[in-house]
């Protein structure tokens, strides 16, 4: 186990930082505000273990263009989460056996979500969730640190 101890910074939502911002903190896990205990469970075991850990919110904030970043107060929390949820790469019966719902139920949501959006497909939802090239949740997303 490593013994030196991990800084973990929780930013807020409408704090203004920027990737140079994040760069300076020379944190080894970062969180928005809000997050769910779980995802900061999440975060403490794999700073714990050594490694990097990125919420996704954060990246999200940092790519995806302001007119989306509105676009995005307009989803539901469920469909937060099914895009969430398609946007790494789930398929519709694995999310709907995840959230308790039907498959089609999944697709209402995923359509409202592309809608509101204006996107077309699960791959300009994961584009527009991780950027281009960039990691998932808590994979050390390096680039940015």
């Given at each position: 186990?490593?013994?030196?101890?991990?800084?973990?910074?929780i930013?807020?939502?409408?704090?203004?930082?920027g990737?140079?911002?994040?760069?300076?903190?020379?944190a080894?896990g970062?969180?928005?505000?809000?997050?769910?205990h779980?995802y900061?469970?999440?975060c403490?075991?794999?700073?714990?273990?050594?490694?990097?850990?990125?919420?996704?919110?954060?990246l999200?904030?940092?790519l995806?263009?302001?007119?989306?970043?509105?676009?995005e107060?307009?989803?539901?929390?469920r469909?937060?989460?099914?895009?969430?949820?398609v946007s790494?790469?789930?398929?519709?019966?694995?999310?709907a056996q995840?959230?308790?719902v039907?498959?089609?139920?999944?697709?209402?949501?995923?359509?409202?979500v592309?809608?509101?959006?204006?996107?077309?497909?699960?791959?300009?939802?994961?584009?527009?969730?991780?950027?281009?090239?960039?990691?998932?949740?808590?994979t050390?997303n390096?680039?940015?640190?």
């Amino acid at each position: 186990m490593n013994s030196a101890l991990g800084i973990i910074f929780i930013l807020q939502p409408n704090g203004g930082f920027g990737v140079k911002d994040i760069q300076e903190l020379d944190a080894d896990g970062l969180l928005l505000d809000g997050i769910s205990h779980s995802y900061l469970v999440e975060c403490v075991n794999v700073v714990a273990a050594g490694r990097k850990w990125v919420d996704n919110n954060i990246l999200q904030h940092l790519l995806i263009p302001r007119s989306l970043h509105q676009a995005e107060h307009k989803l539901t929390e469920r469909e937060k989460e099914v895009a969430d949820l398609v946007s790494r790469g789930l398929r519709n019966k694995t999310i709907a056996q995840r959230l308790h719902v039907s498959e089609g139920t999944v697709k209402m949501h995923l359509h409202h979500v592309y809608e509101k959006l204006h996107l077309g497909s699960r791959a300009e939802l994961a584009w527009a969730a991780h950027g281009e090239g960039a990691d998932h949740r808590g994979t050390g997303n390096k680039g940015l640190l």
